[in-house]
Nanobody
Framework: QVQLVESGGGLVQAGGSLRLSCAAS????????LGWFRQAPGNERDLVTA????????YYADSVKGRFTISRDNAKNTVYLQMNSLKPEDTAVYYC????????????????????WGQGTQVTVSS
């Protein structure tokens, strides 16, 4: 089983940047895809971006394309989310989660294929 811990959230002005990290435990980290989700009050938890086991395949929601970049370092068991040109509508709790499609899968764009959530990190973008 994989356990995830997110960090790096905070308060930033519109147009600013933040870098989130998701540190994972578990020996199988390098064989699994991971995703970043976000949830604002009153909204569903949405898949923002995801990366496959090798880092060779990524997915981005339309709302973040060109602004957010997901990456991973399998040697450090960590996935990163670089967020640039932040907007107030990016305000949410951000979670990382493990893709459960199976080892070495590159099917990463279905929000229903994720479990083992971290505790989340708050991102607040002021206007």
């Amino acid at each position: 089983q994989v356990q995830l811990v997110e960090s790096g959230g905070g308060l930033v002005q519109a147009g600013g940047s933040l870098r989130l990290s998701c540190a994972a435990s578990g020996r199988m980290f390098s064989t699994l895809g991971l995703g970043w989700f976000r949830q604002a009050p009153g909204n569903e938890r949405d898949l923002v971006t995801a990366i496959n086991w090798s880092g060779g395949s990524t997915y981005y929601a339309d709302s973040v394309k060109g602004r957010f970049t997901i990456s991973r370092d399998n040697a450090k068991n960590t996935v990163y989310l670089q967020m640039n040109s932040l907007k107030p509508e990016d305000t949410a709790v951000y979670y990382c989660a493990v893709n459960i499609r199976g080892y070495y899968s590159s099917k990463i764009d279905n929000r229903r294929d994720y479990e083992y959530w971290g505790q989340g990190t708050q991102v607040t973008v002021s206007s």
